[in-house]
């Protein structure tokens, strides 16, 4: 998996015979051309508005795990309030979640207010700083057939960006696109060519689990109603936030998997609950497979594993081998084992 690079250089020149004088024998000049640089990359129009959408929208993007599943989510104000999805958080114990932001920071976050019927809620951050936002959109700025845009955390591929339309606008104000919406993608934002959050993605409708081109996103025009409805509860939060966020934190620590009843099956890494490997044994299996720190596993045997429980209740079944995949750089790659 080892990126390849090319590297080019040229030098050229010129042969070219200067004008006869007289009856001299023509002279033969020599003239070295200006080496030449690759011109600054040129999109279409289309390209661009993506490029300008993703850039402007992907770093208020956020992964929410809760330890027993995670989701995405968007920051709606600098001082770290999220919008997300009511199912994406309810696991959490107590409404507390982990909070990983574009840039790999990883952050408490407190889970503020929840809508179970518009499948939407609230996280409060707990950080002493600013984020990079979102702003909704308005009502005028949703119509069907506008190009739409979908960034989130598909099989824990953070940062994953997905195009479409707007295919139609339910009744009940709920977004229909053909979008690809995966498990991951719940909370995170559809957006216009504007970079403007038009809706929260929230489902898809699947005839055998993947996607097949119709998913649901609740409108902006119910988040900023649901927003308003908690104004006051978000101001507190805020406030308790800040004192929180200067009181020694408690990091997520990265464990190695309990060890199993036959020591055979140890993969030799340290990996935090939401399965990114921190640390590889030396001489270990997993070192010998070439997985390295930042690798998440994602799925075993071609099933989605989800934390570290999952991975453990497979180690302890002591299989004679396995299929694992895992992420890295935003790729997926497989393994196979044998123990």
Same mark, same amino acid.
């Given at each position: 998996?080892? *990126? ?6 040229a ?22 051309a200006?080496?030449?640089?690759a ?8 390209? @661009? ?17 809760t ?26 114990? @107590?409404?507390?979640?982990l909070?990983?932001?574009?840039d790999g920071q ?8 929840l809508? $179970? ?9 707990i950080?002493?700083r ?23 955390? *598909? ?12 295919? $139609? ?13 995966n ?5 995170g ?11 929260v ?29 908690? $104004? ?20 997520? @620590? ?34 010998r ?6 690798d ?21 079944? $002591? ?21």
């Open positions: 998996m080892k *990126p390849a690079y090319l590297f080019a250089c030098l050229s020149c010129c042969l070219v015979a200067a004008p006869p004088v007289g009856k001299e024998s023509s002279w033969a000049a020599l003239s070295f200006q080496p030449s640089f011109a600054t990359p040129k999109f279409n129009p289309t390209e @661009q508005t993506r490029i300008q959408v993703y850039e402007k929208a992907s770093p208020a993007v956020v992964t929410i795990d330890g027993n599943g995670s989701g995405s989510g968007s920051i709606i104000q600098e001082q770290g309030l999220v919008l997300t999805n009511h199912h994406v958080v309810s696991g959490a114990r @107590q409404g507390v979640v909070v990983i932001t574009a990883r952050h408490r976050g407190q889970v503020l207010a809508d $179970r019927r518009n499948d939407l809620a609230l996280v409060q951050i950080a002493d600013r984020f990079p936002t979102i702003p909704l959109a308005t009502s005028r700025e949703i119509r069907v057939g506008q190009e739409v845009y979908a960034i989130g955390s *598909p099989f824990g591929l953070a940062g994953t960006f997905t195009t479409g339309i707007l295919s $139609r606008i339910a009744p009940n104000g709920d977004l229909q696109t053909d979008a690809a919406i498990q991951g993608n719940s909370g934002p559809l957006l216009n060519s504007q970079g403007h959050l038009i809706g993605n929230k489902a898809i409708l699947s005839t055998g689990g993947g996607n097949i081109g119709i998913g649901f996103a609740t409108s902006a025009e119910a988040a900023q109603g649901f927003i308003n409805q908690h $104004r006051d509860r978000i101001a507190q939060a805020r406030n308790a936030a800040l004192e929180l966020a200067r009181q020694p934190q408690r990091q997520p @620590q990265a464990r190695p998997p309990a060890p199993s009843r036959d020591s055979r099956h140890s993969l030799g890494i340290a990996i935090t609950s939401d399965l990114v490997i921190q640390q590889v044994q030396q001489g270990s299996l997993a070192a497979l070439g997985l390295r720190p930042g998440r596993i994602v799925a075993i045997n071609r099933r989605r594993v989800y934390d570290i429980r999952d991975l453990l209740s497979f180690l302890n079944s $002591r299989p004679g081998g396995a299929e694992i995949t895992f992420a890295r750089d935003r790729r997926l790659a497989t393994v196979q084992i044998r123990f």
